[in-house]
């Protein structure tokens, strides 16, 4: 049996024993908050783009003894020990990560792997639940619900932030990737964003998030980057991502060193803001980067351009967004 996308939420729960489930979780990019400031009763609000690559794929099989192998196994394991205590379960499981999206970056690797986790055992229990369940059950989407939404319908995503009982962020628009348009992914492995404690304590560090600030976003996001994209309009939406990063970046400069995490991804950055290019930024705390690109041909050009060596020791990778979720087959 295999499921995607919204079919999670209505899964049969009579059906016969499952003994392996593979899951397949995208990452994803998140552009930046609308408003930290909670005047109207909600916070944050997050606009995010599903990728298509790199993926966290898992196996989970009924087993003998306890088992967890393959990369970022010590993150999987914490998820396997919270779902137990969570449905009450003691079967052993057996957990094989094919890959993993890479832990700290600004990908959305913790929600992934707690999906993929959670849901991997939690049908193979017998106990299904949806992503939606998962995630309040972790503690994921503290502040962002992109990622939950990214494994359940993918697209670009905007939430509409935490409200008083919110457990996880509702989402109040989900827009479909122009089939054309790719993304150039921009590595630093020197760096790493901030997460955990780390992350809380960068938060306190910022200065007040202002109502005009707040007005100003809100107002960009949807007068600008939605219809932008609505009409599969690049220069529309690259302009107006831009602007959002640069209102974003300069926000959080004091917790991360400066507008980037990584000073050879900004030095990129410069660089194609001085040809006149736009839409570029860096996703969640970084230190990945991206930019934005019409085709597929205009994007070879410009990988070319980028890696020949000028940028070193940067990797880019190429990929595109994703208008599905994630996978889940069970057997």
């Known amino acids: 049996m295999a499921y995607s996308g919204s079919e999670f939420l209505d899964l049969p729960q009579d059906k016969p024993k499952i003994h392996i489930v593979e899951i397949g979780a995208p990452s994803r990019l998140h552009l930046g908050f609308m408003d930290m400031a909670g005047e109207l009763g909600r916070k944050f609000s997050s606009l995010g783009i599903t990728l298509d690559a790199p993926q966290t794929r898992i196996v989970c099989r009924r087993a003998e003894t306890n088992a967890v192998s393959g990369p970022s196994s010590e993150r999987a394991s914490k998820v396997l020990e919270k779902m137990r205590d969570a449905l009450g379960v003691s079967e052993p499981v057996e957990i094989t990560i094919q890959s993993a999206i890479p832990e700290h970056v600004g990908l959305g690797s913790g929600t992934q792997m707690s999906l993929a986790v959670g849901l991997g055992t939690s049908h193979l229990w017998g106990k299904p639940l949806s992503p939606r369940q998962i995630a309040a059950t972790l503690d994921r ?45 921009i590595s630093d492995d020197n760096h790493i964003g901030l997460s955990g404690q780390d992350e809380l304590t960068g938060f306190k560090t910022l200065p007040p998030f202002t109502s005009e600030l707040a007005g100003c976003l809100c107002r960009l996001m949807v007068m600008q980057i939605l219809p932008a994209l609505a009409e599969e309009d690049l220069n529309g939406f690259g302009s107006g991502v831009t602007q959002l990063q640069n209102k974003m970046g300069d926000h959080f400069a004091a917790a991360q060193g400066g507008r980037y995490t990584s000073p050879h991804i900004a030095a990129v950055f410069e660089a194609l803001s001085s040809q006149g290019i736009q839409g570029f930024g860096q996703s969640s705390w970084g230190p990945t980067g991206f930019i934005l690109i019409k085709n597929q ?17 940067l990797k880019f990778t190429l990929c595109r967004g994703q208008n599905t979720g994630g996978t889940i087959a069970c057997r």
Request: glycine share 14%; net charge negative.
């Open 141 to 185: 989407g503290a502040r962002s619900g992109i990622g939950v939404a990214s494994f359940e319908k993918g697209g670009v995503i905007l939430d509409g932030g935490r409200g008083a009982n919110t457990d996880v962020p509702p989402i109040i628009s989900r827009l479909p990737w122009p089939e054309d348009w790719r993304i150039i992914l």
């Open 297 to 313: 041909v205009e994007s070879e050009n410009l990988l070319r351009t980028l890696t020949d060596g000028r940028y070193s020791p």
